[in-house]
């Protein structure tokens, strides 16, 4: 079976084609870091635009470097939500077109469901259950993962999300966007114990987070250096704000498994690309006998391949769409 997938639920326009849950034969996508970098985050009115833009292009693309055409498509998957509103409707509005007009089954896909599941585009994937963390600009959410469609909430933000506070912290030092990358770049030159920024732990066996006051805090100290007309030291801020994130992170993950009597952990979404979060997750894992799987980067960030094998299992589950099902800008995943 062959499968078109289209993701475009935030910045990224993404199309992929993948054969079964197994081979990925194309995985295009296209950023839009020129259209938002100048505002330090996203525009979401500017990010539809580009989408309309760049879907037909980016589909193209995909269907070439898989060498196939619409025809030899089976199945259309397309990220339903959470999301922009208006991003997610141009792919998903796109992609029921073409299955309408092709008479090709469609599939809406929750955009979690993704990253939960990206794990299976690697060679080496765990068995169920397993402990998924999936940390990005939007979401910071602990779940259990029972099956390619059996997916519970742990824990989750009560506030920010991880890459929100990275995206708002780099704003604030004006290392420009999106600020994951270039916190974990420049943290790579500083000193992570330099400043003890807090941890929000909200309680003994908590499995939620809060980064809102982290973030305050890094506004607080740079305002202060300020004041004194002193510069702050950017790789010692990065670096010790990152250290702060990346141990709330970790420890509560390794809890989830501890008290679910789970030894599979995963990592997903774009802050699943940071390289002390993926360096001491594995460290943690090895030192206390769990296995870690950390897909790449690439499959970490937002991209069509995800969505492929998302919808790979949800229509295997009987999914469909019709042509006047809608999107939803919040997932139904995440317990509230
Ligand atoms: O999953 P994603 O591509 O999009 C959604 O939010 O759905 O994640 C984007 C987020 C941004 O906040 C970005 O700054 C962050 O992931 N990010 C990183 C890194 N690469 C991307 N955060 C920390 N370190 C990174 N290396």
Avoid at 272 to 291: D, I, P, T, V
């Amino acid at each position: 079976m062959y499968i078109l997938a289209i993701e475009s639920s935030c910045d990224d326009t993404s199309a992929a084609v993948l054969e079964d849950d197994r081979r990925v034969l194309s995985n295009v996508v296209s950023s839009q870091f020129d259209v938002h970098a100048r505002y330090g985050g996203i525009v979401p009115e500017l990010a539809s635009r580009r989408h309309i833009e760049s879907i037909w292009p980016v589909v193209h693309s995909a269907l070439d470097e898989a060498s196939v055409s619409l025809k030899d498509i089976d199945l259309i998957a397309a990220t339903r939500g959470p999301g922009l509103v208006g991003s997610l409707l141009v792919g998903f509005t796109f992609a029921k077109a073409l299955a309408l007009v092709n008479n090709i089954p469609c599939v809406g896909v929750d955009h979690m469901a993704g990253h939960l599941l990206s794990v299976f585009l690697e060679k080496e994937t765990p068995q169920f259950p397993y402990i998924a963390l999936i940390v990005s600009g939007g979401n910071t959410t602990i779940f259990k993962v029972s099956g390619t469609t059996e997916f519970t909430t742990l824990g989750r933000t009560r506030d920010d999300a991880a890459g929100e506070a990275f995206d708002k912290v780099a704003k604030l030092l004006e290392l420009g966007y999106p600020g994951g990358p270039v916190v974990d770049k420049t943290a790579k030159l500083g000193n992570p114990k330099a400043i003890s920024f807090p941890r929000a732990w909200l309680g003994e066996g908590s499995l939620d987070f809060s980064f809102s006051g982290l973030k305050t805090s890094v506004l607080n100290q740079v305002n202060r250096l300020r004041q004194k007309n002193e510069a702050p030291n950017l790789p010692d801020i990065c670096a010790s704000f990152q250290s702060a994130v990346v141990e709330v992170l970790v420890e509560k993950t390794m809890l989830a498994a501890k008290l679910a009597d789970i030894t599979s952990i995963v990592i997903g979404g774009g802050v699943g690309a940071n390289s002390h979060l993926r360096s001491q997750m594995a460290h943690r894992c090895n030192m206390e006998g769990f296995k870690c799987y950390l897909p790449s980067p690439v499959y970490c960030t937002d991209n069509g391949a995800m969505i492929g094998i998302a919808g790979y299992h949800a229509y295997k589950h009987g999914s469909m769409v019709l042509p006047d099902t809608d999107v939803y800008p919040r997932s139904p995943l995440i317990m509230i």
